[in-house]
């Protein structure tokens, strides 16, 4: 089995899960490259996104230093959080996708837990 694969195989795994658990509450998803992070808030009922944020958005390139670093995803978790609040999005179901709970990840959902947001 390739990489890109086992990938695969485990972003439909954590989808799978997530659908069990997820109820009325939408999806937090999270994609990560080598140079960016991008997160997303889902409605999967409604097929719509609430709010997204990404480091590419013009306010926060500047402040950052990096779009690739923990510091980063700490910024668009604060910004996700204030967006769904904005939204009324209190509750979130967090799709972390084939990434790993670590590092760039994990700053980014105690981020957003931080700035109001459950899981």
Do not use: C, W
């Amino acid at each position: 089995m390739g990489s890109k694969e086992s990938t695969q195989r485990r972003a439909q795994r954590v989808r799978r899960q997530i659908k069990k658990v997820a109820g009325e509450r939408p999806r937090l998803s999270v994609h990560r490259t080598s140079k960016n992070i991008y997160v997303q808030l889902i409605d999967d009922a409604k097929g719509h996104t609430i709010a997204a944020a990404s480091t590419l958005e013009k306010d926060l390139k500047g402040s950052l230093k990096t779009g690739a670093d923990t510091a980063a995803a700490v910024a668009i978790g604060k910004l996700i959080a204030e967006r769904a609040s904005k939204a009324g999005v209190k509750e979130v179901v967090f799709d972390r996708g084939p990434y790993i709970y670590h590092g760039r990840v994990k700053a980014l959902a105690e981020a957003a837990r931080e700035g109001g947001l459950s899981f």
